[in-house]
């Protein structure tokens, strides 16, 4: 196990790669602890949550909304959790989502931990202290920025995470890649998916990598005005496909990176032949480069987007592989540029 301590400006954060799931134990008191999980989860380690108070949610992003968090608080108050309660999410990027958000706003704030149990939840959703839920097809539009007290990563999870979860999951690895880290990119080139599935340590050195690259972007911008944009790269018009065409995150976010790679073509020199690497990695990793988008639907959708500044949106393109930056775009650019796209 490896053990880090991730400083942000009002906490700090102590993070346990290849820790085990019985070290809550020894660092709560079941008396005033809450666990927080899904039935997907819950079904195949039920017997990790014996001895705990427990809320189990229903599983999937369709859940992730204000119902589902009031259902969280009802259940803390029939436990009796009062100011003192320490709350832990065990699951996914939707329950640690969820499980954040509830704990900042219940009784105004009580402190929580978070044990990701998905590629996608440890490497991106339980980093950084984004915490919230969707509004119809609306992602993420209600939330606050609140940091867990530890991320407990116990990898025994990813054995009986299915694999399109995995898939799921490296898309967001693969955006890490594209707006920081050349040698990643060219890393994961030389790899497959099965390369990390097969291998536990293999896929716990890279996630270790792609938390500290998301820290250390996220410890000198928390409440994002700067560098933190950059972690939005396909997110733009990926939310707004993921909701409006009902693809899982990872699938979404993949065809919205191939989109901001040919935005970055034409309004930023990004080269095509590096587009063409984009796509080849992330078909390699199994994830879809094109889809028939409802264009107006989508376009409406991501007028809500929370990048939206006024008339312009702030989009996240690529110089090159490695390299991103943030550009102002008109929105009556942005659109004639999106329409056009094939």
Not at 161 to 173: H, R, S, T, V
Not at 229 to 237: A, E, V
Request: with cysteine.
């Amino acid at each position: 196990m490896t053990e880090k301590q991730f400083e942000f400006s009002e906490k700090k954060v102590r993070v346990y790669f290849g820790g085990n799931f019985n070290m809550l134990g020894e660092m709560l008191d079941k008396e005033s602890a809450v666990l927080i999980t899904d039935d997907n989860i819950y079904s195949h380690h039920s017997e990790k949550f014996a001895g705990w108070k427990t809320i189990v949610l229903r599983a999937g992003e369709k859940f992730k909304n204000q119902k589902t968090v009031d259902e969280i608080i009802n259940r803390l108050i029939e436990l009796h959790a009062d100011r003192q309660t320490f709350i832990v999410g065990i699951g996914g990027g939707v329950v640690t989502d969820i499980t954040g958000y509830a704990a900042s706003v219940y009784m105004r704030g009580v402190q929580f931990g978070f044990v990701p149990t998905s590629i996608l939840g440890m490497v991106d959703a339980s980093v950084g202290g984004k915490n919230g839920v969707d509004v119809g097809v609306y992602k993420n539009l209600v939330g606050t920025i609140t940091h867990p007290r530890f991320l407990l990563y116990d990898y025994s999870f990813l054995e009986t995470l299915p694999k399109k979860e995995w898939i799921n999951g490296f898309a967001e690895i693969i955006k890490h890649a594209c707006i920081k880290d050349r040698n990643m990119f060219d890393f994961l080139k030389e790899n497959t998916l099965d390369y990390f599935r097969d291998s536990i340590d293999n896929t716990g050195t890279l996630i270790q990598k792609n938390v500290e690259i998301k820290y250390n972007i996220v410890a000198n911008d928390e409440r994002e005005t700067g560098d933190r944009k950059l972690l939005n790269f396909g997110h733009t018009l990926g939310h707004a496909i993921e909701n409006t065409a009902g693809l899982p995150h990872g699938s979404a976010i993949s065809i919205g990176m191939i989109a901001a790679c040919a935005i970055s073509e034409k309004i930023n020199g990004f080269p095509a032949f590096a587009t063409k690497e984009v796509e080849q990695l992330l078909s390699l990793y199994q994830l879809p480069v094109s889809y028939a988008v409802d264009k107006e639907r989508t376009w409406q959708v991501l007028l809500h987007d929370k990048k939206k500044s006024g008339k312009d949106m702030n989009f996240i393109v690529l110089n090159e592989i490695g390299k991103a930056s943030v550009k102002k775009i008109p929105l009556s650019e942005l659109k004639e540029i999106f329409f056009n796209l094939s």
